[in-house]
């Protein structure tokens, strides 16, 4: 019903936001990460989520159309409400969660608290599928990167350490920018772990 929401910021919390569109007040429910992206900005743009429910009409707001639509999927998945795709949102990142549900890596899933095993099947079970016709659009890596990646997974597994746990601290290594060959990769997911 309503696409987006521009207006003046009245009130920040960490959970809603208050924002003065053409003096109506407009309570908005939002993630950490759209939280952490308004800031003190005087003058905002949310996109929303309208969701009627017998008892009330909540409205959620969003910084991006790609965090909006990964709502809008976790919603589709049986068992899993606002608040708990609130709480996934808010826990991960919207390209983080893409990620575990294309690797269906269900241990970055669980930990988000409150969602079980099940529940983490369940999502990349529903959405693995949907994700990519979906219109997210998420940072595409670039051979070379992912060529680093590789090779340095493969020099971990050697080592004897556990796939997900060394692909999880290579991931937060490359995303940091700070690495550029496979041996400097190594050396930071060896002191990583």
């Known amino acids: 019903m ?11 919390n960490p959970t809603f936001v208050v924002i ?5 007040g407009y309570i908005v429910h939002i993630t950490l990460t759209t939280y952490s992206v308004v800031k003190d900005q ?19 707001g969003f910084a ?39 690797r269906e890596d269900v241990k970055q899933l669980q930990s988000v608290k409150g969602v079980g095993g099940k ?4 999502i990349i079970l529903d ?9 997210i659009t998420v940072e595409k890596v670039s051979k070379l990167h992912n060529t680093i990646r590789e090779e340095a997974l493969s020099g971990m597994l050697i080592l004897g350490f ?17 690495v550029v060959d496979v041996e400097g990769l190594i050396k930071e997911a060896l002191k990583a772990l």
């Open 162 to 178: 556990n796939k997900l746990n060394a692909e999880k601290v290579i991931d937060k290594i490359l995303d940091k920018g700070l």
């Open 64 to 102: 991006d159309k790609n965090e909006r639509t990964m709502f809008e999927n976790l919603l589709k998945v049986s068992g899993v409400g606002a608040n708990t795709a609130r709480l996934i949102l808010s826990s991960l990142s919207t390209e983080e969660v893409y990620t575990a549900i294309s």
């Open 20 to 24: 003065d569109v053409n003096g109506i």
């Open 2 to 12: 309503y696409d987006y929401l521009k207006g003046r910021l009245v009130e920040k």
């Open 127 to 135: 959405l693995k599928d949907k994700l990519p016709k979906s219109g």
């Open 42 to 60: 005087e003058n905002i743009q949310l996109y929303t989520h309208l969701l009627v429910r017998e008892d009330a009409h909540l409205l959620f």
């Open 119 to 122: 529940t983490a099947q369940r």
